[in-house]
């Protein structure tokens, strides 16, 4: 008889989320130099860390994909934050947000800090960086 393992059976098995930590770290350093290079060539800044806009100003359409959702989990169960309450406001807002356009849609982040900072991204790059400083 064959075992079904759960996703995250899968994920804990395999250790999926190191190696995806480290995938996603490779991304958002690419990422950031090429956002930093363009930003240089069209004499724009382009920083998230000083801007004092609203974070429902940008009309940028941001994903989060599977795999860094996989990682996002993660952090959020490790740091006590995976309630009952979360899971219902992300059911909500994922209901909401299928019913909506992507242009439609404008709706701060959920794991906005109060002075609107992504706390979210800060958690996965300290991952990132933990990460990073553990390999050889």
Known sequence: MQVVRTLGQFVDDEQIVTW???NVAHINRSSHR?????????KLPVS?????????CCHSLVVARLFEGVV??????????????LRAELAARATAMEAATPYAWRTPCLFLDGSERARMQWELER?????????P
């Open 72 to 85: 996002i989990a993660a952090a959020l169960r490790e740091t006590g934050r995976d309630t009952p309450a």
């Open 34 to 42: 090429g956002a930093k290079d363009a930003g240089k060539r069209a």
């Open 48 to 56: 998230c860390e000083t801007c004092t806009a609203t974070k429902t």
């Open 20 to 22: 995806l930590s480290e």
């Open 127 to 135: 991952r990132f960086r933990l990460f990073e400083s553990a390999q």
